[in-house]
Nanobody
Framework: VQLQASGGGLVQAGGSLRLSCAAS????????MGWFRQAPGKEREFVAT????????YYADSVKGRFTISRDNAKNLVYLQMNSLKPDDTAVYYC?????????????????WGQGTLVTVSS
């Protein structure tokens, strides 16, 4: 499975962005999807996860109420809608796929990773 994240960019605080993650290859082999982020000098941290059906989602406390994860399995796409962005949201955002349908919040719970897309929020 290959993952390609896109949609990052520069936005002012309070603005919105929508990230996309396109899956290709042996897409039947993945189930759960997640988004992580990594700011300069910091460890990669969990942002959001969604199960295969899309009926169950889970968010980090820092983004709850501002970010929404969703997926379109027919198109092999996963989205992260980010609203009310803050400078602290500045990071490289990575999408990840898991062979299981669990809501893992740690990087080790995922089997496939995209290359990342940079989000910069200016104050």
């Amino acid at each position: 499975v290959q993952l390609q994240a896109s949609g990052g960019g520069l936005v002012q605080a309070g603005g919105s962005l929508r990230l996309s993650c396109a899956a290709s290859g042996r897409t039947v082999s993945y189930r759960g999807m997640g988004w992580f982020r990594q700011a300069p000098g910091k460890e990669r941290e969990f942002v959001a996860t969604i199960n295969w059906s899309g009926a169950s989602t889970y968010y980090a406390d820092s983004v709850k109420g501002r970010f929404t994860i969703s997926r379109d399995n027919a198109k092999n796409l996963v989205y992260l809608q980010m609203n009310s962005l803050k400078p602290d949201d500045t990071a490289v955002y990575y999408c990840a796929a898991s062979r299981t349908d669990s809501h893992s919040t740690v990087p080790g719970g995922y089997d496939y990773w995209g290359q990342g897309t940079l989000v910069t929020v200016s104050s």
